[in-house]
């Protein structure tokens, strides 16, 4: 398959989320911008990054490709991640340069305001002419979208959805990922509970072509806890 240049630059590479929730030390677009220099200075072939003002910040700061998305929490839905095109326009313009690729949520769930994912998926690719990534959480989410048009498809959200939930505390889903490196062709990303190399090089070995990895590298309260946690074991 004649895959795009940018999607063959990822193949076999790592790509880093560089995400904090509002009110972490680390969460203001500076910091998050130098996390991003420091992820790119380690080999990092991508950043991942979300809302417009965290965006302006990292594309000034790299140059590495940027997946862009916009967490938005709207009434009656769960779903939040670049939830319409609204949310997708605004990450894109942040950006300077726009980012490479835009993140959505394309599973099944009520949305607010009744938009439709697979309208959206076609609006990003031809009004904005960004490759689309799509976040799911099952096989048959991953399929419809790589058939709907999306160019990735990304385990980011199993475990985050109430039907997979089950699997919230199980590591990264490397059998979905194996099950979607064998039913579509569209590329798939391992996102989700990388906590390890070890595990990352799990996802490559299932069919990954790339992965995706942030409380890990960049969750320092975490990091430092899990030290932590083991020195005082030891007393």
């Known amino acids: 398959m004649n895959y795009h240049p940018l999607l063959k630059s990822l193949q076999g590479k790592l790509i880093v989320s560089c995400q904090a929730e509002y009110g972490h030390p680390w969460s203001t677009p500076e910091t998050l911008a130098a996390l991003a ?22 594309s000034g700061m ?7 998305i916009y967490k938005i929490v709207t009434p009656n839905s769960d779903v939040y991640i670049t939830p319409d095109f609204e949310s997708a326009l605004a990450v894109y313009n942040a950006g300077q340069p726009s980012p490479s690729i835009i993140a959505v949520d394309c599973t099944p769930r009520p949305r607010s305001g009744g938009a439709d994912w697979r309208t959206l998926i076609s609006r990003i690719k031809n009004e904005l002419g960004t490759l689309v990534m799509a976040d799911i959480s099952t096989l048959d989410e991953g399929i419809a979208a790589c058939d709907a048009g999306a160019d990735i498809v990304a385990t980011t959200l199993s475990g985050y959805t109430d039907y997979t939930s089950n699997l919230l505390n199980a590591g990264p889903d490397i059998a979905l990922v194996r099950d979607l490196a064998r039913a579509v062709e569209c590329p798939v990303i391992c996102e989700g509970r990388i906590q390890t190399p070890e595990q990352a090089a799990l996802a490559i070995e299932a069919g990954a072509w790339s992965v995706v990895v942030g409380t890990a590298i960049t969750a320092i309260d975490r990091i430092t806890s899990r030290f932590v946690d083991k020195i005082t074991s030891m007393n």
């Open 62 to 68: 790299v140059k590495v490709p940027l997946i862009a």
């Open 37 to 58: 220099c420091a992820a790119e200075a380690g080999g990092a072939a991508a950043i991942r990054a979300n809302g417009p003002e965290n965006i302006a910040a990292i």
